[in-house]
């Protein structure tokens, strides 16, 4: 299976600055159909994960801007500008395109 | 809008057994793969097992292989999954999640609990 490797596991922010978190495949998760089946989730506490950015960089609907996906290769970066209470919870990185999907351990965000 | 609602979670007696059902409104159900998702209290989250469109191709983790079973009814756009022989390890919240590349939806979550 491929592992998904993410760093911090733990980021302690403080609101209004930015937040960056790492993601490392141990395999390129590029598809033979050329795309790169590379997601971020969030999971905010007590609820269902929420799907924010896939293919790598295209955020979803309703997702602030403040969130922005970036990476090749096997390095993956979800980041957050401006920090706001509301982003306090788990984000996962996930890739489907070898089988089985696989997901990162998460890194929990939480505020200084 | 697109919604997922699972529903037949419980306390189950390991060796057990359970069905877990997710309603799909909001889309064409019959045009997506379909799967399930579990997240055990505190941790993270396991890909479980996904249906193809038409219902011809499964896949399955291998902790659940041979133990669970997946399916759908696409005349009343609703997922299923068959858990049987369940363990205290297969504790956990199950989501069902539209499509397998990318989980661009995700339902609430059911919670099943195996224990004596």
């Known amino acids: 299976d491929v592992v998904m490797t993410q760093s911090p596991l733990s980021l302690p922010v403080t609101l209004g600055q930015s937040a960056s978190i790492s993601c490392r495949s141990s395999r390129s998760p590029v598809h033979s159909d050329g795309n790169t089946y590379l997601n971020w989730f969030q999971q905010r506490p007590g609820q269902s994960p929420r799907r924010l950015i896939y293919k790598v960089s295209n955020r979803d609907s309703g997702v602030p801007d403040r969130f922005s996906g970036s990476g090749s290769g096997t390095d993956f970066t979800l980041k957050i500008s401006r920090v706001e209470a509301e982003d306090v919870g788990v984000y996962y990185c996930?890739?489907?395109?070898?089988?089985?999907?696989?997901f990162g351990q998460g890194t929990r965000v939480e505020i200084k | 809008e697109v919604q997922l609602v699972e529903s037949g979670g419980g306390l189950v007696q390991p060796g057990g057994s359970l069905r877990l059902s997710c309603a799909a409104s909001?889309?064409?159900?019959?045009?997506?793969?379909m799967s399930w998702v579990r997240q055990a209290p505190g941790k993270g989250l396991e890909w479980v097992s996904t249906?193809?469109?038409?219902?011809?191709?499964?896949y399955y983790a291998d902790s659940v292989k041979g133990r669970f079973t997946i399916s759908r009814d696409n005349s009343k756009n609703t997922l299923f999954l068959q858990m049987n022989s369940l363990r205290a390890e297969d504790t956990a919240v199950y989501y069902c999640?539209?499509?397998?590349?990318?989980?661009?939806?995700w339902g609430q979550g059911t919670l099943v609990t195996v224990s004596s």
């Open positions: 996930m890739q489907g395109t070898h089988w089985p999907p696989t």
């Open positions: 909001g889309f064409t159900f019959s045009n997506y793969a």
């Open positions: 249906l193809s469109s038409s219902g011809d191709n499964t």
């Open positions: 999640a539209k499509n397998v590349k990318d989980f661009d939806y």
